[in-house]
Nanobody, 119 residues
Framework: QVQLVESGGGSVQPGGSLRLSCAAS????????MGWYRQAPGKQRELVAI???????NYADSVKGRFSISRDNAKNTVWLQMNSLKPEDTAVYYC?????????????WGQGTQVTVSS
């Protein structure tokens, strides 16, 4: 019943910017943590940025100073602003949330959105 829907991916040149959006819907009581992971071909999925269960933010070292996560709790929405993009940022980006819903607490994943950085 709970779904995470992502948007905002695309292709951009090095140094460019993109803004990803993720909205959670369903019978949601609360969202305990919400953020973004990414996975490049042949590599493991890695954390990019997240709001933790204590409402603090964690960023991967590789994106600090370039990416920024924000949220609107009333809309159950989180954004990832990506600036100064590099080719190594190329990956499928997945929205993640740990949600307390009518069925209990569980992890949820978005469908993934492709980000490609190349010249």
């Amino acid at each position: 019943q709970v779904q995470l829907v992502e948007s905002g991916g695309g292709s951009v040149q090095p140094g460019g910017s993109l803004r990803l959006s993720c909205a959670a819907s369903g019978s949601i009581f609360s969202i305990d943590a919400m953020g973004w992971y990414r996975q490049a071909p042949g590599k493991q999925r890695e954390l990019v940025a997240i709001f933790t269960s204590t409402s603090r933010t964690n960023y991967a070292d590789s994106v600090k100073g370039r990416f920024s996560i924000s949220r609107d709790n009333a809309k159950n929405t989180v954004w990832l602003q990506m600036n100064s993009l590099k080719p190594e940022d190329t990956a499928v980006y997945y929205c993640y949330a740990h949600i307390f819903a009518i069925t209990g607490r569980a992890d949820y994943w978005g469908q993934g959105t492709q980000v490609t950085v190349s010249s």
